[in-house]
């Protein structure tokens, strides 16, 4: 009986998750032990966000370090994952008559190596990225994971990476063990319980979710990569949080899988 693969959001944080091992990243690896093991990723990454749609086209995507004032240990790393042109033309063909270019310059961003350098360590399955066009709103990248959903039976893992609550402006930077701002919690709370629902309308217009809302999204960036994912969901799918906490009071790292690990089709 042909699987169908599940799809994950994942609340990538700090990039130095890409070095440590806590319990975020335990629980990605866990992950990664329990989904089959996909022929290709599809990544949207919150860090790809740009003026259109594109996809990564390369056969070796570079490990791009887009960020600063790290240890020089994190721009070290390199995530050698190997690219797929045929999935990124297959997406090209799924998304159209929408135009999306096939980019041979970017390569996986932090929000995708930080991330599945725990899940697939050996950075031996391909990964294609499609970028996240900033000039649309909610509902278009919503629509876009819904047509990315026949993947799912293409044995693609379709990833989003990003925060559901993302608001640095709000952090704790430089303090330990600071206890998540209750609009953070409210918010994950509600967010969990649409999540379970299927309520798709109330996430994708998530300003109508009130000032715990507001304060979670200041900037779309981190969540829609949410949408791609709630976008592949059938109604049948049940919904899992493998992760969960807030770090620095004010970023969410809540992560939120549809779909079973690895669900025959008609079970």
Not at 93 to 121: A, I, K, M
Request: charged share 20%.
């Amino acid at each position: 009986m042909a699987m169908v693969m599940p799809t994950v959001f994942f609340g990538h944080g700090n990039p130095m998750n890409a070095l440590e091992r806590n319990r975020y990243t335990e629980a990605w690896t866990a992950l990664g032990a329990v989904i089959p093991r996909p022929t290709a990723v599809l990544s949207i990454s919150a860090h790809w966000y740009t003026s259109s749609a594109a996809l990564t086209v390369n056969t070796a995507p570079p490990t791009i370090h887009d960020f600063g004032g790290f240890p020089a240990e994190l721009y070290r790393v390199q995530y050698p994952a190997p690219g797929h042109p045929e999935l990124a033309r297959r997406v090209q063909r799924l998304l159209s008559p929408l135009p999306v270019d096939l980019d041979e310059q970017w390569g996986l961003d932090h929000g995708t190596w930080s991330v599945l350098c725990h899940v697939y360590p050996k950075a031996d399955v391909p990964v294609v990225q499609l970028s996240i066009d900033a000039t649309k709103e909610a509902g278009f990248h919503y629509d876009i994971g819904r047509r990315l959903a026949p993947l799912r039976d293409e044995s693609v893992l379709i990833v989003g990476s990003g925060n559901l609550v993302h608001n640095l402006h709000a952090y704790a930077w430089g303090r330990q063990a600071v206890a998540p701002y209750k609009w953070a919690v409210d918010f994950e709370k509600r967010a969990r319980e649409l999540l379970l629902a299927h309520d798709h309308d109330s996430l994708v217009d998530y300003g109508r979710l009130g000032r715990e809302a507001l304060l979670s999204i200041p900037t779309p960036d981190h969540y829609l990569p949410l949408l791609y994912v709630m976008g592949t969901s059938l109604e049948q799918d049940p919904i899992a949080f493998p992760v969960d906490g807030v770090e620095g009071g004010s970023v969410s790292m809540l992560a939120v899988q549809v779909g079973e690990s690895g669900r025959g089709q008609g079970n």
